[in-house]
């Protein structure tokens, strides 16, 4: 499964961002997806996920309520929406794709198979 991240960039405090997570290779509603992020000098770090065949989702406390993720199986696509947007929320966001994730595991970055390249998201205060 190829993965490729896009929809990051610029924003003032306050606004929103829709960041997208296509996939190619392979049947996509088989896979959950995880969306991560990365500051400078920090850990990656969950942000949200979807699992597969499911309609569980799951939320890093700090975006609960802000951000939403779903998934369109037909397009191979997941998005990240993200509402009020904060300068903590600046960071290098990842999508990631697993076979084997299971609602215990989707916070963990190390279960899953497939990463994508990234997507800047910078919030101006």
């Known amino acids: 499964v190829q993965l490729q991240a896009s929809g990051g960039g610029l924003v003032q405090a306050g606004g929103s961002l829709r960041l997208s997570c296509v996939a190619s290779g392979d049947t996509f509603s088989t896979y959950s997806v995880g969306w991560f992020r990365q500051a400078p000098g920090k850990e990656r770090e969950f942000v949200a996920g979807?699992?597969?065949?499911?309609?569980?989702?799951s939320y890093a406390n700090s975006v609960k309520g802000r951000f939403t993720i779903s998934r369109d199986n037909a397009k191979n696509t997941v998005y990240l929406q993200m509402n009020g947007l904060k300068p903590e929320d600046t960071a290098v966001y990842y999508c990631a794709a697993g076979a084997r994730i299971i609602t215990s595991t989707m916070r963990l970055g190390g279960q899953y198979d497939y990463w994508g390249q990234g997507t800047q998201v910078t919030v101006s205060s």
């Open positions: 979807t699992k597969r065949n499911s309609p569980t989702t």
